[in-house]
């Protein structure tokens, strides 16, 4: 018998002698597969998240005189382009759509351009007092939003800036969240071996940035983007202060549907849901490379 002869008989006693090795390997590659239970829960999950939409679909499809009714309707009416149009008429969306987009845009911008560069300069440089003034950008976080109100009115109007877009833009260009949810990131995503490469190969600092940093933090980039244009679109607060209805913003536009000696329920919930559309549009659009850039940068962790 040739030795050509032996090897195959060998190595498939050698392969089935170690059945459980090859089990693991195989099994290593296998797909997971949600049971039953799985599917239910999470379908239970998705109605209740999607409960307060629906409902606020199906309020502004009626009339202000059925939702005052008891039982409340539960299903779709005939009313609701009627009401879209008149939330859109009395609350004047089309200036606060575009000013919206405007101020949630730019701030999205800023604050993931700056809160990266200032991640990075905390995860991988070293500079004296790192640590105090990452301590106390972390400090500014427990610090209530309220009590800023007034300095930043004070120091607004000093400006002369009242009632226009970049008083609401300028004090959220980059934001103690940002900051440390970047370094965090980057501690992980980005070893400092690669920075190092680069500056043995001769890159500059911007260069480093740009091709080094960027693309190792393109997943956290991109739920930080999503996370702050959800949050810049949604303000209520310094917005309904620093702004007025001449120049509004969408949140600040949907106060005034809620005035007046009887408000419409119909109408204000219409207006409620043109506020949210354009932020379930850029979900649907962008979240699938979101929830892709995350699921990359987990396998490159």
């Known amino acids: 018998?040739?030795?050509?002869?032996?090897?195959?008989?060998?190595?498939?006693?050698?392969?089935?002698?170690?059945?459980?090795?090859?089990?693991?390997?195989?099994?290593?590659?296998?797909?997971?597969?949600?049971?039953?239970?799985?599917?239910?829960?999470?379908?239970?999950?998705?109605?209740?998240?999607?409960?307060?939409?629906?409902?606020?679909?199906?309020?502004?499809?009626?009339?202000?005189?059925?939702?005052?009714?008891?039982?409340?309707?539960?299903?779709?009416?005939?009313?609701?382009?009627?009401?879209?149009?008149?939330?859109?008429?009395?609350?004047?969306?089309?200036?606060?759509?575009?000013?919206?987009?405007?101020?949630?845009?730019?701030?999205?911008?800023?604050?993931?351009?700056?809160?990266?560069?200032?991640?990075?300069?905390?995860?991988?440089?070293?500079?004296?007092?790192?640590?105090?003034?990452?301590?106390?950008?972390?400090?500014?976080?427990?610090?209530?939003?309220q009590l800023a109100?007034?300095?930043?009115?004070?120091?607004?109007?000093?400006?002369?800036?009242s009632n226009q877009l970049q008083t609401v833009i300028l004090p959220s260009l980059v934001t103690a969240f940002g900051t440390f949810f970047m370094r965090q990131y980057l501690v992980q995503a980005l070893p400092s071996e690669l920075i190092e490469a680069a500056r043995v190969d001769g890159a500059s600092s911007i260069r480093i940035v740009w091709h080094v940093v960027f693309p190792a933090a393109r997943p956290a980039m991109a739920v930080l983007g999503l996370l702050t244009f959800v949050f810049a679109w949604n303000d209520f607060l310094w917005p309904i202060i620093a702004l007025n209805q001449q120049n509004p913003t969408v949140q600040v536009a949907l106060n005034a549907l809620g005035t007046g000696y009887v408000p419409d329920q119909a109408v204000i919930m219409a207006g409620a849901l043109l506020g949210t559309l354009p932020l379930l549009i850029a979900f649907l659009l962008f979240g699938k490379q979101i929830v892709g850039g995350i699921m990359q940068g987990a396998i490159k962790g």
């Open 1 to 145: 018998m040739t030795t050509s002869e032996l090897t195959i008989p060998q190595a498939a006693k050698g392969t089935s002698d170690r059945g459980p090795g090859r089990r693991r390997v195989m099994g290593a590659g296998k797909q997971l597969h949600a049971g039953p239970v799985t599917y239910v829960v999470l379908v239970v999950f998705a109605l209740i998240s999607l409960a307060p939409l629906v409902w606020t679909a199906v309020a502004a499809s009626r009339t202000d005189r059925r939702l005052a009714e008891t039982p409340p309707p539960l299903w779709f009416g005939g009313n609701l382009f009627k009401n879209l149009q008149a939330a859109w008429d009395q609350a004047g969306l089309g200036t606060a759509m575009f000013n919206s987009t405007l101020v949630a845009g730019a701030i999205t911008i800023s604050t993931v351009l700056f809160s990266t560069l200032a991640g990075f300069a905390f995860a991988k440089l070293r500079f004296r007092f790192s640590g105090v003034l990452l301590l106390l950008t972390i400090g500014t976080m427990m610090i209530p939003p």
């Open 149 to 161: 109100v007034v300095p930043l009115y004070l120091w607004m109007s000093d400006l002369g800036w």
